[in-house]
């Protein structure tokens, strides 16, 4: 599948709670990036919370490099924290024991298994092998903030290892060894691991296992694979140990062992510490070194620093959250700190991808970004701020020598790597729906940051200028989803297709007969093209849009405009209310943009509903979506709410955009009921998806998309954007 297949669409706003109403800030949260911890020196006076222990299901060991499904799904979910580029498993009871699943590493933009246990631990006594599963299978259990695997040897002794990151490069994993029994006891230790090698392409060649000073290095050679495989050749994984190591390696096989024995007198312990890094560049693996041997001085600080972190996050998501779903809002935060990426390349902030579980989803979309931040703003503000920056980073600025027309605007993705260093999935053909403003207010809210508004408010500013002098073909103050003018954007197809996925709801049956129109400027210069279609959802998020910039403006002092920027989103209120409610058949619709006759003929689709959460609707009018939203043979089904409504003839409840129900739909459908007035519409509907979408409960994956009739998962897994909308629909 070609990762520019993928779009989707951006509404909503939680900010909005009632008509023309903006919900004030919040007092600011603690601290929660790695920048700004909890002060390590104090230990935190508790570990890791046990209520929510295995929220995810982390079991599983590859049998093979590439990460998953010919598809590009990865069935086994793993974990990463800090924004570390890898990320770590629990085996089964029936794999071998003495270590963790892994590493899975991301190939710049593609991740796959290095290993599939790179330091498994063995324990020797008098020359003979100890059976690490004597006293029974080892456990592995997953906790906020952390891996552990626990095996009882017999005879008193056990083992436990724990695995948690020290830094965006760096994981941190402690051996401890407990003698329970009389005697005292002399072990030798070391560590085994072998390379899961490609089987096929230039990616086979790439790693290579090789003896370092404190451990086993892996050293990977340039590959320009640009779908499959990116590395250029600077790339390394290095273990290091704390004590002294004898490293042998036979080919792809390391065996690691420990220079001096442990002795365990009874009743006593002992810890064997080292880490695993993961870096791009040399000035990475410089740094890292520098983070690795810290970590191992003081192992305690590190694992008090991610306990009081870890707790913080907790805390946060689950206030106010029933303590039935209290699990649930956990394996939210877990998604989205898994799925956090530190910069690297050309992601110049911290950000949070769509999901490490899929081929890809390494990259950071814009619209993804928005929703993203809304929620994790709940548990880390400060990380959801920089979300924003990574994609506002890339702005177009004015004067651009490549894309003049385009100052202001906003790419649909960046990745690791841009056209100009040989990535393919980078994308500036189109953007995506503006609600920029709406993610900025939402982290102001949790954050207090005013700081944080100065800096944001010219960039959003600079996007919305841009959708009207670029998206407004008619210049009347209502806007199209359309196409950049790009290279890949060749003919009116082309164009098309990325105005399609512009809107974010790539394949949706509203655009099956959409054609497309140049828009020029008064001097006849090309800056873009629009749809035919002047688009219901894009007009309700560009009113929002005005009114969080309002809002945002005034946080600010400048009175002025902000009353400007409320009237101009009064002025879009009044043309989507008159021109594109339906009043025959109770629902809003694109508009043809020659005639502006409504699109009813393409049937009801969820964009319809977006009216609702940007207050631009009447009162009457919402009271008839609201009828239509419920009714179970249009959208409410029993996973709310479909893409297309039941009655439509495109419905397919298996379709991307023509029918799947996307948990970003719901928030906006459910945050339009409770800004009309119906609380207890929009209660029951969070019941009912709680009740009905599998994974929410249990230990089960977030998905990117459910079956509306059934609630069965589909598509991506471990989706961020489902995580982060879903931590505010939790809350009472």
Known sequence: MNPLTRRRLLAGSAALAAAGTLVPPVVPAAADTPDDPADPAEPHPAGPDDRYADVLDLHG??????????????????????GAWHAYALPRPTDPPGGF???????????????????????TEQG????????????????????????????????????????????????????????????????????????????????????????????????????????????????????????????????????DPVRLAPGRSRTLDWTESYTFTDAEHDRTAAEADAALRAPERVAAAGAARWAGYVARATEGVPAARRRTAV??????????????????????????????????????????????????????????????????????????????????CVFYNDPGTGGGNWNERNSKPPLAAWAVWEVYRRSGDRAFLREMLPRLTAYQDWW??????HGEGLCEYGATVDPANATPEDCRQAAAWESGMDNAPRFD??????????????????????SVDLNAHLAADHRHLAAIAAELGDRAGAERLRARAGRIDAAVRDTMYDPVGGWFHDTDLATGARLTDRGRGIE????????????????????LLLDPAEFGTPLPFPTVARSSAAFDPAGYWRGLAWLDQTYFAVEGLRRYGWDGDARRTVERLLATAAGLAGDGPLRENYDPLTGEGRNATNFSWSAALLLPLLRE
């Not at 590493?103 to 991740?111: C, M, N, R, S, T």
């Not at 009207?468 to 073909?473: C, E, F, N, W």
């Not at 319809?608 to 009828?627: C, H, K, N, Y």
């Open 61 to 82: 060991t590859p049998t093979q490099a590439y990460p998953g499904d010919p598809d590009g799904t990865n069935p086994i979910t793993v974990f990463a924290d800090l």
């Open 101 to 123: 699943t892994g590493p899975l590493y991301v190939a710049q933009e593609y991740p796959w298994w290095l290993s599939d246990g790179l330091t498994r631990l063995h324990l």
């Open 128 to 259: 003979r092998a100890l059976d690490l599963t004597a006293g029974g299978p080892p456990r592995g259990t997953s906790l906020p903030g952390l891996l552990r695997l626990s095996h009882d040897l017999g005879d008193g002794l056990t083992l436990t290892l724990e695995l948690r990151f020290a830094g965006n490069r760096t994981a941190l994993i402690r051996a401890r060894l407990t003698n329970g029994g009389a005697a005292a006891r002399t072990l030798r230790a070391a560590w085994t691991g072998t390379l899961l090698r490609p089987a096929t392409g230039p990616q086979r060649n790439a790693p290579q296992l090789v003896a370092g000073g404190r451990g086993a290095e892996v050293r990977f050679a340039r590959v320009r694979q640009t779908w499959d495989y990116l590395t250029d050749g600077t790339e390394r994984f290095v273990v290091r140990h704390a004590q002294p190591v004898r490293v042998t390696v036979n080919g792809d096989g390391h065996r690691t062992d420990l220079a």
């Open 331 to 412: 394996k939210c935060v877990q998604t989205l700190v898994t799925n956090w990426r530190s910069p690297a390349g050309r992601i110049r902030h911290d950000a949070v991808t769509p999901t490490l579980s899929y081929k890809w989803f390494s990259g950071v979309w814009a619209w993804d970004t928005w929703k993203q931040a809304v929620g994790t703003a709940v548990f880390a503000p400060g990380l959801a701020a920089d979300q924003i920056r990574s994609v506002f980073d890339h702005q177009v600025p004015p004067g651009s020598a490549d894309r003049p027309q385009d100052a202001g605007m906003v790419p649909d």
């Open 468 to 473: 009207y002098r670029t998206r407004d073909h």
């Open 513 to 534: 007969a959409a054609t497309v129109v140049p828009n020029r400027d008064a001097a006849g210069t090309l800056l873009g093209w629009s749809l035919t279609q002047r």
């Open 608 to 627: 319809g509903v977006l009216p609702l959460w940007s207050g631009s609707a009447t009162a009457a009018q919402a009271r008839a979506v609201r009828r």
